[in-house]
């Protein structure tokens, strides 16, 4: 019985080795989170994370050390806006871009370019091209792919 091994001994190539952007999704509702990751990593161009406690984001981020952070406004027990102060009082995670999901808001009043708490916003219910156009309007030039 012949058997034959491939070894690959050269170093990978410089598109393997670069790592994609991490994206971590802070949102109570596992539903968006789960459809959405699915759908930004269908993309091929991040590497996405998610969180459904409120009470364990900032730990999450801690540990993950994301290049965005998308964040949901409305939810029970800690809402986004506490969970943002906590990420910028963080010297680790200050400079980390927060992105906010919320229905509280219009897709008129996104569009004309206001924030919440000096953070830019996305309306829900989002599209994948809206998050992506938003990822990518936020992301650091030091993460895009």
């Not at 730990?59 to 994301?66: C, E, G």
């Not at 009043?109 to 938003?134: D, N, R, T």
Request: net charge negative.
């Amino acid at each position: 019985m012949n058997r034959i091994i491939e070894a690959d001994f050269l170093p990978p190539s410089v598109d393997e080795v670069q790592e994609k952007p991490r994206i971590l999704i802070i949102d109570d509702n596992r539903d968006f989170t789960c459809s959405a990751k699915v759908a930004l990593e269908r993309t091929g161009r991040y590497s996405i994370w998610e969180e459904n406690e409120p009470a364990r984001a900032h730990l999450t981020a801690q540990r993950i050390k994301p290049d965005l952070i998308l964040l949901d406004i409305a939810m029970p027990e800690t809402d986004g806006g506490e969970i943002a102060a906590r990420i910028e009082s963080d010297p680790t995670l200050h400079r980390i871009p927060v992105v906010f999901l919320t229905a509280l808001v219009t897709k008129a009043e996104e569009k004309a370019g206001l924030q919440i708490q000096g953070h830019p916003f996305l309306a829900k219910p989002v599209s994948v091209p809206e998050l992506v156009a938003g990822i990518e309007r936020n992301l650091p030039a030091h993460a895009v792919f």
